[in-house]
Each structure stands twice: as C-alpha cells, then as structure tokens.
T-cell receptor
Framework: NAGVTQTPKFRVLKTGQSMTLLCAQD?????MYWYRQDPGMGLRLIHY???????AKGEVPDGYNVSRLKKQNFLLGLESAAPSQTSVYFC????????????????FGPGTRLTVL | AQSVTQLDSQVPVFEEAPVELRCNYS??????LFWYVQYPNQGLQLLLK??????LVKGINGFEAEFNKSQTSFHLRKPSVHISDTAEYFC????????????FGGGTRVLVKP
C-alpha cells in the first residue's frame, strides 16, 4: 500500500496563477483533510471531507477550494495564488471520525512545498 | 474553539539525556490526544495517542506521554534521547464532536547534541 500520496512535491507560482494539488489514498478511508504548515503555527486545517461528494470548511479556508469526486482523491485548488499562501501543504486521511477506535488515527502524506512569488 | 499550547518552541538536549516536551490544551470536553513527529523534509508520523484507559501511554521509539485531565496536559517524555530524535514534535487534540478534526500546537523543535 502506498498510503497517502501527494502531487506535486514542489511548486513555484506567480501571484495570480492557479493550481491544483492532488491527494490520493489507497486505504479506503472515508475522511480526508488538507492542512497548511507555517513556522511556529503548527498545522492548520483548510478543508476536510467526511465522504465522497462532501466537503467542509476548516480553520483557514479562504482562498482555497476543494473537491472529493472520488473516495480515494481529495483535490485542493488555488484559484488566484497569493504570497500569503506560500506554505507546506499536507493531506491526511482517516477511517472514520467519531467512534472510539484506534482507527481515529490520521495518516499524513509527505507534503507539497508551495512558493508564491 | 480548542487551542493547543506547546510551551517550548525549541529544546536543545544532549545525547542520552532525558527530554520532556510540554503540551496543554483548552478543551473541557472529552478529547483524543496525539503526539506526532516530523523528521526533516518528511511528513508527520504518529508517535503515540491517548483515546481512553490508562493515562500513561507508550509509543514508538521509546517515547511515552501522560494524560492529566485535571491539568489538561499531555506531556511527552523520553528517558534517553538519540541523535536520530532530532525532529519537530507536534501535540494535537481531536474534536470528537465534529469530524475528528485535529487542532495542532505550534510544534517543539528538538535538537539533540552529541
């Protein structure tokens, strides 16, 4: 199993450009998440999905859109990139969210380092 | 809204010395608690987690953490660190009421010196 994969690994954009980050998981997880990591701030949740066809806003959703057309994929889009979106983006997935179970663990991808000039 | 505070942003420590990383959270409801480690240029890896039961939790690589409900803390410890423990460590709290969303602390960077 590949676990959680992210593409691309690195990207440099100019202000105003658009791009899509792809996250894929092969663990049949229902829940998927997008985070951004900035120095000293830990990881902050951008958007998440509790199942195919559903998405919800997290802590810092502005400037991003997401789609979950297939259970195994979760896409993060930047329509008009801004320098403030320079960050490392992590995708994660988990089996379910509410049950008291070891399956609560979130599994993380390796990250995408995005620079917006 | 929940918040997670990691009191130390950086912790230098000598090899074979003990280390403690402090974590406090604000939520008063039942929570799940996690410690993740991020090695340089890698993603996050789960070290250990508290879901219920014993308040002393043992994880991988010799780490352990103690859940203290009255102090809303979940401090991470290792009795003897190795150079390979140099990494950034994140404490996180899971909101059981809404989608298992994790709230992360700001991270503690551990630098193990020879």
């Amino acid at each position: 199993n590949a676990g959680v994969t992210q593409t691309p690994k690195f990207r440099v954009l100019k202000t105003g450009q658009s791009m899509t980050l792809l996250c894929a998981q092969d663990m049949n997880h229902e829940y998927m998440y997008w985070y951004r990591q900035d120095p000293g701030m830990g990881l902050r949740l951008i958007h998440y999905s509790v199942g195919e066809g559903t998405t919800a806003k997290g802590e810092v959703p502005d400037g991003y859109n997401v789609s979950r057309l297939k259970k195994q994929n979760f896409l993060l889009g930047l329509e008009s990139a801004a320098p403030s979106q320079t960050s490392v983006y992590f995708c994660a997935s988990s089996y379910l969210g509410l049950e008291l179970s070891p399956r609560n663990e979130q599994f993380f991808g390796p990250g995408t380092r995005l620079t917006v000039l | 809204a929940q918040s997670v505070t990691q009191l130390d942003s950086q912790v230098p420590v000598f090899e074979e010395a003990p280390v403690e990383l402090r974590c406090n959270y604000s939520s008063s409801v039942s929570v799940y608690l996690f410690w993740y480690v991020q090695y340089p240029n890698q993603g996050l890896q789960l070290l250990l987690k508290y879901l219920s039961g014993s308040t002393l939790v043992k994880g991988i690589n010799g780490f352990e953490a103690e859940f203290n409900k009255s102090q809303t803390s979940f401090h991470l410890r290792k009795p003897s660190v190795h150079i390979s423990d140099t990494a950034e460590y994140f404490c996180a709290v899971s909101d059981r009421a809404a989608g298992n969303k994790l709230t992360f602390g700001g991270g503690t960077r551990v630098l193990v010196k020879p």
